[in-house]
């Protein structure tokens, strides 16, 4: 593959745009410059720096982020900042078949919402993790209003009805964390279903934070904020089989 075709396919902006970087001589492969925009490169395992930051090839890109509170999920934030603000320019102008650049948040998670937020531009990614037919679960810590009693995880447990749905919706797996504290790992992303759920069975959600989505824990050491790219074995793990459900789970 040519040196500025790489680049290109990695979100570095236009074809000339990749030129120029290469000419200037801001691109160093395999630890020495190159700056012909031409020269052959393989790009599996290729490790390169652009403007003295390192990369490594990527087909297909898959990030994980610390999600902090006060930021939206959304490409178009109406109110708080976006959390593509938080990626580095290239992970947001890889360049898709499709109408929309760079890598895409796999579901959301409100505003308010604290932790793991997986984002790619694996189009069969997204949808296998998202797909309630997968049944991917998704453990949230959650910190109610009043404290929580047996009557309210029993409810969680064997489903509540919430507004504008026909069937209830029931927790895979809940249980009570401390006085106002709860673990629920839900297997579908309807919307706002945690904080719906817990109004449903009689409380109120006051902060909410997801831990865990199928077989990957969110790392203590990635704070608020940061982000770090999914090893391979870890989208396989993903891709591959849900995480055994926990100790009390009801489905
Ligand atoms: N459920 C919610 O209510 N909010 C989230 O952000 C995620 C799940």
Known sequence: MRLDDLLFSQGFGTRRVCAGLIQQGLVTVEGAICDDP????????????????????????????????????????????????????????????????????????????????????????????????HHVPKVYEVVTRHPVDAA???????????????????????????????????????????????????NRVEALHRSRIGVLELPPELEPGQWRWLTEAEVRALMAAPAPARAGAAG
């Open 38 to 133: 031409g020269a052959d490169v393989q790009p599996e395992g290729l490790g390169y720096t652009v403007q003295g930051v390192p990369w490594l090839y990527q087909r297909l890109a898959y990030v994980m982020l610390h999600k902090p509170a006060g930021t939206e999920c959304s490409q178009k934030p109406s109110t708080y900042p976006s959390v593509y603000t938080l990626l580095p320019a290239p992970l947001r102008q890889r360049p898709n078949k499709g109408a929309v650049n760079g890598v895409q948040a796999v579901g959301r998670l409100d505003q308010d919402t604290t932790g793991l937020l997986l984002l790619t531009d694996d189009g069969k990614f997204i949808h296998r993790m998202a797909s309630p037919r």
């Open 152 to 202: 309210q995880l029993g409810r969680l447990l064997e489903g509540v009805l919430l507004e504008d749905e026909r069937v209830p919706v029931r927790a895979a797996a809940c249980e009570q964390t401390g006085e106002r504290a709860l673990r629920m790992t839900l297997t579908e992303g309807k919307y706002h279903q945690v904080k719906r759920m817990v109004a449903a069975a009689g």
